[in-house]
Structure formats: structure tokens, C-alpha cells
């Protein structure tokens, strides 16, 4: 709770308990330090896609300079650059997100790293586990075929779209 509201630097002590054993009730507390809240600094993204403007990239991005840092929000932008690469080929790309705080400022700077990996082709699509559906009848709600290049986008829309 606290990373999600830009407290990095947020401690809880261990807890100390008090335990009433004649009506075996107990009491727990813990002591908190918040710290200070950080705000986003700086955000770069590090990659060497061909045909990828890192510009682009940046626009889509739900963190931003000014905006208090916010983790959950970080890991739904390392997830949409994974799809953003995933759709030039990259089945196994990273995304490493570098921070860099500043507690006199009271920001943190990040970079993205991408690792976009080798690019991944379609060997075979099998289908398993289906007894009354005809296999064809199933792959035409799948958008990637054998000889294909990888496509984050289209397996996402693949998984949603085959009748369950």
C-alpha cells in the first residue's frame, strides 16, 4: 500500500503484542514511518528494436514526470512494453525498470531497459483437450498460424476469443 503511494522509504517495525490471558484477548501493534513521499522524476526507455520509436512508446506510458510513483502502475507499464515489443517478434522480451531516488528532491528517475531476445516464429499451433469441437472449427478463432511471426497482441485476442 504504501509503494502505490509513492512512500519508498516506508518502514513497519515488528510487531509487539500484548495477550490478556485471563480473557485471551491480545493486542498488536506496530510502529510505521512513512518517509517521504516520492513523485515520478525522469522516465526514459532504453531499447534497440528496429521499426520501435521509443517515442511512441513513452506516450503510452500511465506513469509520468510529475505524478506520485505508484509500483502497481509501473508493472502495468513494463507489461504493456512487453506487449509493444511482443508484437515486433519477441515472445521473450524483459523489461527491467532502473530507479534512481532522490530524497532531497523527492523523486525517483526510471528507465525502462528493454530486452527484446530473439525473434520467435510459429512452428505449430496444436490444440488439445477437445473431444466434441472440430479442430478447424477452433482455429479460426486463433489469429496466429504455422510460418507466423509472433504476435503478443494476437495471442492475447486468441486466448479471449476461443468459446470456452
Avoid at 21 to 45: C, H, L, M, P, W
Avoid at 58 to 85: C, H, P, T, W, Y
Avoid at 151 to 162: H, Q, R, V
Wanted: hydrophobic share 35%; no cysteine.
Amino acid at each position: 500500500v504504501f509503494v502505490q503511494n509513492g512512500y519508498l522509504d516506508a518502514y513497519v517495525s515488528k510487531p509487539l503484542m500484548r495477550v490478556d490471558f485471563g480473557s485471551y484477548n491480545a493486542e498488536v501493534d506496530y510502529q510505521v514511518t512513512e518517509g517521504v513521499q516520492y513523485r515520478v522524476g525522469t522516465v526514459g526507455i532504453t531499447q534497440s528494436v528496429k521499426g520501435l520509436n521509443t517515442e511512441d512508446l513513452k506516450e503510452d506510458l500511465i506513469l509520468s514526470q510529475g505524478k506520485i510513483f505508484n509500483v502497481k502502475r509501473m508493472r502495468k507499464d513494463i507489461a504493456n512494453l512487453e506487449e509493444k515489443v511482443g508484437n515486433f517478434g519477441y515472445a521473450f522480451v524483459k523489461v527491467s525498470p532502473q530507479m534512481h531516488k532522490d530524497p532531497e528532491q523527492k523523486i525517483i528517475n526510471l528507465q525502462y531497459i528493454v530486452e527484446p531476445g530473439e525473434v520467435v516464429t510459429i512452428n505449430d499451433v496444436v490444440i488439445s483437450g477437445n473431444d466434441t469441437t472440430k479442430d478447424r472449427v477452433i482455429r479460426r478463432y486463433i489469429y496466429l498460424a504455422p510460418g507466423d511471426t509472433f504476435n503478443a497482441t494476437d495471442l492475447k485476442d486468441s486466448k479471449s476469443s476461443i468459446p470456452s
